[in-house]
């Protein structure tokens, strides 16, 4: 089966360091690109960035460079998503899906995780 | 970069209403759009691709239209199944992937 395997939810306090992860199964998940996607708590999707497996070519929102740091490891076929120090207004649901083929420029995102609930709190 | 922006962003419906949602870009995205629906406490599902493309599985009540700045959703005939938020995209790789605010379609 084509699937995103999301790690699970997490609670963390302020300042804290965080990696979660995103596994890819039933297709060759160095081909495609995988991104992130943030949803505040009743609010709307956000694009956070993307990474290529295939070489780790990370590509950010404006909004989200050097807030977070992207990366995969191919030889497991996993894409994560890390913070170094959290804060409360990183409270959401984070969604990976995958992109497109290649260098394919013009591509959606066709296939998602079931997403990660990361709960900041002092 | 490039803004999108949803209208409505609530709307009220019966099953079997013909219902419309329009996506407008702030710059020319020529046909690079998806739509998408969520429902709550699940993943976005890919609806529409390269604006008027139909996903595989998707129920053909759903169709995409547009080209440049403004582009719609049609769905032709509502059922239960289709109270959902939907989400306009423009996918691109160099200039981003920026989604619309969301249409939040209820029930009447």
């Known amino acids: 089966e084509v699937q995103l395997v999301q790690s699970g939810a997490e609670v963390k306090k302020p300042g804290e360091s965080l990696r979660i992860s995103c596994k890819g199964s039933?297709?060759?998940?160095?081909?495609?690109?995988i991104a992130w996607v943030r949803q505040m708590p009743g609010k709307g999707l956000e694009w956070m960035g993307i990474?290529?497996?295939?070489?780790?070519?990370?590509r950010y929102s404006p909004s989200f460079q050097g807030q977070v740091t992207m990366s995969a490891d191919k030889s497991i076929n996993t894409a994560y998503l890390h913070w170094s120090s959290l804060k409360a207004s990183d409270t959401a649901m984070y969604y990976c899906?995958?992109?497109?083929?290649?260098?394919?420029?013009?591509?959606?995102?066709?296939?998602w995780g079931r997403g990660t609930l990361v709960t900041v709190s002092s | 970069d490039i803004q999108m922006t949803q209208s409505p962003s609530t709307l009220s419906a019966s099953v079997g209403d013909r219902v419309t949602i329009t996506c407008r870009a702030s710059?020319?995205?020529?046909?690079?759009l998806a739509w998408y629906q969520q429902k709550p406490g699940k993943a976005p599902n890919l609806l529409i691709y390269?604006?008027?493309s139909l996903q595989s599985g998707v129920p053909s009540r759903f169709s995409g239209s547009g080209f440049g700045t403004e582009f719609t959703l049609t769905i032709s005939s509502l059922q239960p199944d289709d109270f959902a938020t939907y989400y306009c995209?423009?996918?691109?790789?160099?200039?981003?992937?920026?989604f619309g605010q969301g249409t939040n379609l209820e029930i009447k």
């Open positions: 710059q020319n995205i020529n046909n690079w």
């Open positions: 390269k604006a008027s």
């Open positions: 990474v290529y497996p295939g070489d780790s070519d990370t």
């Open positions: 039933g297709y060759t998940f160095t081909n495609n690109w």
């Open positions: 995209q423009q996918y691109n790789l160099y200039s981003g992937y920026a």
């Open positions: 899906a995958r992109g497109g083929n290649g260098y394919n420029t013009y591509y959606y995102f066709d296939l």
